[in-house]
């Protein structure tokens, strides 16, 4: 059977059909095949991928993969316009305004080289950047004072800023080029020493790593102040490295800030430790209990937990204890640990005044049941209704439709959440 030339049949004379009860009973059915075909395209490229594993694990190649052409329009928004049909500005604006001037010099021209009868007219400004970079070494002389009845000397303290062999200048510098720039240990050395400065790479390396305090508490006022600015959060991770050690770099944020955090894995507490902005509670009510069982802490463990009664509110070190009580064999039941830790914690943030409503994430496992609510940002939620591809006219126009409206809401406010079941029967809720 030649399913494309039954499906077109099918869209031509679909149109057609009057009567009421027989137009629902074809709207399901047709859902009904759209479902069933979309499942049975991703069972056949399943499928393939296990032939082409099979193949490849007997030392032959895979199917190979021929990449599809691009119309040249590689833009996620249906409702972006090309490059090439984009409006430019006609006149493009001087930016010579935000120039700041250090030094004005008139360029002057010799008498002789004028004609007799030339008239000055003025001057015409040409601004030139450029830049200059010195050493501006200080000597200090400080006063001393030696007093013989306290057999005590006195010395004059020197400016604010100058401690030490480098002054705040060269600090400032080599934490710029290090954190801002991401210019290595080596290279600020190099820079510094080919302009004069007689600096060692240790020196280097203790400025950018001692004596940082005021800014990790800067950092934390921004952080803080960001989470009370909006009543949604977005989170999301991305692998790093540090010394040779797998790690994980946390991006929160929200319109009006953007905060990193590297932390070695990218576990609920971690995540919820980033949330919280201090020290976990782990927290043991009903609600507790309800959720352990929830993630699946199996009744007897739950039995042996309640028997223990355990205080309202623990701190870490608390809670630790607890679990060895719990579980005297340390390398055992490290699942159950897990679950019980996870879920006295998301109880005690939960109930505490800095929660947040809700998360705006991907659909990692990581991110869920943390806050009240969560949303999938609106570019990782859409990648499911791209991949819709509907055999029939019909589902074609209202996907169509969807995504034109889609685009143009979700682009500015965030995302939503669907109901994976049934594509086409999704419901969904905005933030």
Not at 53 to 81: I, T, V
Not at 363 to 375: N, R, V
Request: aromatic share 8%; glycine share 4%; proline share 4%.
């Amino acid at each position: 059977m030649d399913v494309q030339k039954a499906i077109e049949a099918i869209n031509t004379q679909i149109d057609k059909v009057q009567d009421p009860v027989a137009k629902i009973i074809i709207a399901q059915l047709l859902d009904i095949i759209e479902y069933l075909m979309q499942e049975n395209k991703e069972l056949k490229a399943e499928i393939q991928r296990l032939r082409d594993e099979n193949n490849r694990l007997k030392g032959g190649p895979g199917k190979p993969n021929f990449r599809p052409q691009s119309n040249g329009n590689h833009s996620s928004e249906k409702n972006r316009k090309p490059r090439g049909q984009q409006k430019k500005n006609k006149k493009s604006k001087s930016k010579n305004h935000k120039i700041i001037i250090n030094k004005i010099i008139k360029c002057r021209i010799k008498k002789d080289q004028l004609p007799a009868d030339a008239i000055f007219k003025g001057y015409k400004d040409v601004i030139v950047q450029d830049i200059v970079i010195k050493t501006n070494n200080i000597k200090f002389r400080k006063q001393v004072y030696y007093s013989p009845a306290l057999n005590q000397s006195f010395m004059a303290n020197l400016p604010a800023g100058y401690d030490g062999e480098f002054g705040p200048h060269i600090k400032s510098l080599i934490i710029t080029q290090h954190f801002v720039h991401k210019m290595p240990e080596p290279a600020i050395v190099q820079f510094l020493q080919n302009h004069g400065v007689k600096i060692s790479a240790a020196t280097v390396s203790r400025i950018i790593t001692d004596n940082h305090e005021q800014f990790h508490k800067e950092k934390k006022a921004i952080v803080e102040a960001g989470i009370q600015s909006s009543i949604y959060q977005q989170l999301d991770d991305t692998s790093a490295r540090i010394n040779g050690k797998n790690n994980f770099t946390h991006v929160l944020c929200n319109p009006y800030y953007t905060a990193y955090f590297t932390r070695a894995d990218k576990s609920r507490l971690t995540i919820l430790e980033i949330l919280n902005q201090k020290p976990l509670n782990f927290q043991f009510n009903a609600s507790a209990y309800a959720l352990m069982r929830q993630m699946e802490l199996s009744q007897e463990t739950l039995t042996k937990l309640k028997a223990l009664k355990p205080k309202a509110l623990l701190e870490r070190k608390e809670i630790d204890k607890l679990l060895v009580k719990l579980f005297p064999i340390a390398d055992k039941h490290i699942k159950s640990r897990q679950i019980i830790l996870e879920a006295s914690a998301i109880t005690a943030y939960l109930n505490s005044s800095n929660a947040i409503k809700i998360l705006l994430t991907d659909d990692a496992q990581q991110f869920k049941k943390i806050t009240e609510l969560l949303a999938l940002c609106w570019i990782h939620d859409g990648r499911h209704y791209k991949k819709l591809s509907p055999a029939f006219d019909a589902h074609q126009k209202k996907l169509d439709l969807f995504l034109d409206q889609y685009w143009g809401i979700f682009s500015k406010i965030g995302g939503n959440s669907i109901s994976r079941t049934n594509p086409f029967a999704a419901k969904t809720s905005t933030i």
